[in-house]
C-alpha cells in the first residue's frame, strides 16, 4: 500500500531545498491535523532534538491518533567529510537521527552516503566516490549507525544519488547483502537513479529491477519527476513539478502498490505549497487510474 505525503507549511516557513530536511515544526496535534487535511497519510519526522522526550512521544502520539506513518528522519550533511572533527561530529548526529527514528516510530532514518571532501557532501563531488574504498566505507558505517542504535523497528537507509556507490539497483542489491543487517532497509528515489540518457527513457524499466532486486527492503520512497533539458548536445538533467518530466509514474506506482508492506511515498524539491498540492493531485490523479488508494 502507498501512502503519500509530503512538507506542511507552518507560519512562514519555505519549502526545503535539496539536502535539507523537510520535517516541520511546532506543536505536534497541529501538524499532524495539518498532515490529515492535506489528505496525506505519511509525514517526514518534525525536527526535533533527541533530548526532548516529551516532544518525541507527543509527536509519536499525536500522528498515530491521525492514523499518520512517520516515514523517514533525515540528516543531510558528510558523514565521509574528510576532516576529522567534522566527520565523527556528522556521524554521531546521523545515530541520533536513526535513534529519533526508533524513538518516534518512524519507518527508517536517511542520509546520503557523502563525498570525500570537507564540506557539503551533497555539491563536491569525487572519483573515490565510486571506488571499492568507498564500497567498504558505506558498508562499515551502515554496520556501525546500525549496531550501536539496536533500532528494533526503524531502519537505516542510504538515499540514492548520481554522485556515490549508491547509484543503481545492482549496486544496491550488493550493499544489502554485504551489509548484512535486518534493520538495513533501501530507500527507492527513481529520479535520483535517471543519470544518462538511457535511463531517462527507461525508468519503468529501473522501477521494475528495483523491485526485483531488493522490493523486500524498500521502506520508504521519494517521488518528484525529471525532464533532459532540450536543446542540448550535452546531458543535463532538471527536477521540474510532476508531470512536467519523463518519469514513469504509472509503472513506478504499481510497483510499490505491490510490495507486502506499506510504503511513504514522498513529494520532495518542491518551491511552494501550491506546487505540492498540484503534485498531490497529479499522483491522486494517477492512482485513481490504477485503482489505488493512497
Known sequence: M????GPVFVADEKAAGAGESHGSRGDPALLARKHREKGFTAAYVPNIDIKDTALIRATREAFE???IILAEAGYWDNIMDTNAESRAFHRQRQLEALALAEEIGAVCSLNIFGSYCHGNGNSQHKALNFTEEAFEAAVDMARYFIDTVKPKTA???Y???PFDIVDTAEGIERLIKAVDRKRFGAHLDLVNLINCPRAYFSSGDI???CVRRFGDRIVSCHVKDIKLKEP???VILEEVPMGQGNIDLKTFMRQIE???RPVPFMMEHLKDEAQY???AGRIRETGRELGIEL
Open 232 to 234: 542540448s548536445i550535452s
Open 2 to 5: 502507498i501512502r503519500l505525503g
Open 159 to 161: 538515499e540514492i544519488f
Open 277 to 279: 498540492d498540484a503534485a
Open 155 to 157: 531502519f537505516f537507509a
Open 65 to 67: 491518533k491521525e492514523g
Open 207 to 209: 522501477a521494475r529491477e
Open 258 to 260: 505491490g510490495l507486502s
